[in-house]
């Protein structure tokens, strides 16, 4: 699937929703999924700044592939299920792909509005993270 | 008027703000310690000030002015008549609790508190009563000392006599902690300081709007308070000072409305207050701060204080039902605050999904991450009251908790 199918897939299964509450309750699940990543990634060097709780980040290039891994301390379940969705979309795409992708799905599904303003800065924060992880791989030979 | 005598139906319809959902749930708005929502009352006077008789103040002939001057300065006699200050002189108007504390710092910290001497505050400070002090500090030479606190959230009083010595120079300390509710006991500490020869600045931000408060009565040597925080205007708070003290120390800012003669050798200063008021003050929210402080003497000290009293306990007991609900401050006497964290998750998830059910709370560090570090937890989440919440608002609090410990866990 392309980022934007990807995109569209979420956006669907969001609009089974009517209660915000329902949609919190899938973005926590999705956090209560994500797999743990090794503990020496979970340094201030992958650490993302702007987050209230503790979140980190990876990514590791598989032929013409990045592919991202997240985590995030145990309390921090809505900022878990965040990066999660966000991994879901842009995992596994090539670092152009990733740089330039438009993710729309954020507004669509009203995720800004299931975090607070400070909180959005977080999230924002995740996404320029991976942003910057794509255009880096970008400039990198294969 | 007793508790039961309130009529809180009628009190809440004097605030707008109030009627309304936040998605799509009617609004529980438990964020009052950070600052209350205004009455009609005050919104009103804003808008009779801007389009009645908005005009400079003190200097002006004319009628707007004349007007604008008088209710100004009633508002300061307003002031003075709620905190039994023996003058309105001894009022002066600033920006906030933060601009009160900043100025005692500057004038009466650095002309009298030097090198070697010591100031003594507390681990339950606001940011606010801590930064001023280090900032003199840092130009003064002189040592911050701190009063600990115990796993109830109360001032370790032994300790504090320990700390209190002949270079004791400043005891600064909350009325009231922000982050646990702790009413501390400003009198006895007052006396105690004043004994060892030192002054007082007694941070009201907390206390003002939900304490009993006379400072001739407590023989502070300064008080400071926010408006927004006792159904005022944002933007304007209050620094009350002994006269003596405040003849005594060196204004502040510069400009206009502080000097009785300016020539390019030498400056004279005003008389107090307006010393230690430069340039053109928040006149709209300082006429409209009146209608705050009438609202409060409406219904009275002692029975705001009595029903907020009664939402605290109903809220701890509630609260403390939730099974892994841990309420951190368990002082003797507390102001309408309720701090508590949740075994397993995070104050902010909490707060989003309380939201979601148009409950508004806040969570974090509380601007005190000393007090956080003393209890070792990185924030919790703060319910706090004021007269026009409700019990069925609490049991909506509860049920909202449990929502989200349901979706969390």
Redesign the interface.
Known sequence: MTINEKQDEIIENFELFDD??DK??YI?DLGKKLSSIDDRYKTDEYLIKGC??RVWLYAERKGNQLYFYGDG???????KGLISMLIEVLSGHTPEEIANSDLYFIEKVGMRN???SR?AGGLNSMIQKMKQYGALYSQLPA | MGVSNLDIKTIRGQFPVLDQKI?GKPLVYFDNAATTQKPKQVINALIDYYQGYNANIHRGIHTLAERATSAFEETRAAIARFINAPSSDEVIFTYGTTDSINLVAQTFGRSSIGKGDEIIISTMEHHSNIVPWQMLCETNGCTLKIIPVSDEGELDMAGFEKLLSDRTRLVSIPHASNALGTVNPIKQIIRKAHAAGAKVLIDGAQGAAHLELDVKDLDVDFYAFSLHKMYGPTGMGILFGKRELLEAIPPYRGGGEMIREVTFEKTIYNDIPYKFEAGTPNIADVVAAKAAVEFIESIGKEALAAYENSLLNYATEVLSSIEGLQIVGQAKEKVSVVSFIME???H??L???L???GIAVRT?HHCTQPLMQRFNISGTTRASFAVYNTIEEIDILKTGVE?AVK??R
């Open positions: 915000p509450l919190t309750q926590i209230q709780s301390e145990p309390e921090a379940q809505i900022a299931l975090v607070t909180r | 998605n397993g998750i995070h902010q998830d707060a989003v999904i939201d979601q059910q974090g929502r979706m969390l």
